[in-house]
């Protein structure tokens, strides 16, 4: 078990005095780095126990009030830095999700790396990504290929036929292409008419 004891450092010239009330014992070093070395050997030696039994809280009381300053300059930015973080971690998840931006306009709108905004915002797949609803596309059917007939009749083509020369061929087939779906295109709400074309 340590013992703790409170160390007031003042600056005399070019040395620093080592004061432990506590224990009423006076020392002196030239840094701020010997000062807790210092102090913590003295303590030792007074009360006879090893040094590394002993905890010091080294206090300048001549600069308490700017370093209390500084904690608090120390204190907001850590809270401004929380809520910018926040803040972008908000803004990623709403340009990729609610609008469905591609990252890399998310990252140049927010000023932030690709790796910034992977970090940021929920990976894919997992539960809290939103896809964008779509229809469903209608099942695909066989293509059917079929030999058009000289009189405008069409036959099935059948492994072993071979379709002719498209055009100019001496009986008149061709290959007839099926028809293709195309799904349905939905368009966000926000989206305008001109995106389509």
């Not at 990976?123 to 809290?128: H, I, N, T, V």
Request: proline share 9%; hydrophobic share 40%.
């Amino acid at each position: 078990m340590s013992t703790r004891y409170e160390v007031r450092l003042h600056r005399i010239g070019r040395w620093w005095a080592v004061d432990i009330p506590a224990l009423t014992i006076y020392t002196q070093c030239r840094t701020l780095d010997e000062a807790e070395g210092m102090a913590r050997d003295a303590i030792a030696e007074a009360l006879r126990m090893p040094p590394e039994t002993v905890a010091v809280d080294l206090v300048v009381p001549q600069i308490a009030a700017l370093m209390q300053s500084v904690r608090e300059a120390r204190r907001r930015r850590a809270a401004a830095a929380s809520a910018e973080e926040q803040a972008v971690a908000d803004a990623v998840r709403a340009l990729l999700e609610d609008l469905g931006m591609s990252q890399g306009d998310a990252c140049r709108l927010l000023g932030i790396s690709h790796q910034e905004a992977s970090q940021l915002s929920p990976a894919r797949g997992s539960g809290e990504f939103r896809a964008w609803p779509v229809d469903p596309l209608p099942a695909p059917s066989a293509p059917v290929r079929s030999i058009r007939g000289g009189a405008g009749t069409t036959r099935p083509l059948t492994g072993r036929q071979r379709p002719g020369p498209a055009n100019g061929s001496p009986d008149g087939n061709a290959l007839v292409s099926p028809k293709r779906h195309r799904a349905p295109v939905t368009r966000p709400s926000w989206a305008i008419a001109e995106d389509d074309a």
